[in-house]
């Protein structure tokens, strides 16, 4: 479930944030929903925050277990406007998402199920700051814990 936090944020007339300006943020937030993906050889974690209605804090996590390997990302996403789109999960049922964009170091995409909110996956291009053992691109749907 998320929950409202107040984003304590110094923008520039271009909404732009220094690096040094949006970790500060992102310390500001608790901490409110976490997913999790593991499996045999990775370990995938988000922790997110509700910052307003069009922005979310994250943190990303992968992990590789069997190279104890490891790439982490955070920042700010914003929430992709337009039509509602959907989601299937490995049984095929589709659900609808939010969907959140992050364009920083790298674009990643966060879909969020938008009834329960309790699955996201993340999909990534141009992320060539990380360990290629490391995707952030979601091996399969992370879900709360």
Known sequence: MFFFVSCTSQTSQNNTFSKKEEKTNIKKNSINTIYVFENDSIKQTI???????????FKLISQN????QES???GIAKIKGGD??????????????YEYI????????????KETKTKIRINEANCILHNLYCPFASVDLLVTQ
């Open 47 to 57: 922790e997110l925050s509700l910052c307003n209605e069009k922005e979310i804090v």
């Open 65 to 68: 277990k069997y190279r104890n």
């Open 72 to 74: 982490k990302i955070e």
């Open 102 to 113: 992050y364009e920083k170091d790298c674009w990643l995409a966060f879909r969020i199920d």
């Open 84 to 97: 509602i789109e959907l989601d299937e999960d490995s049984e095929g049922n589709a659900y609808p998402v």
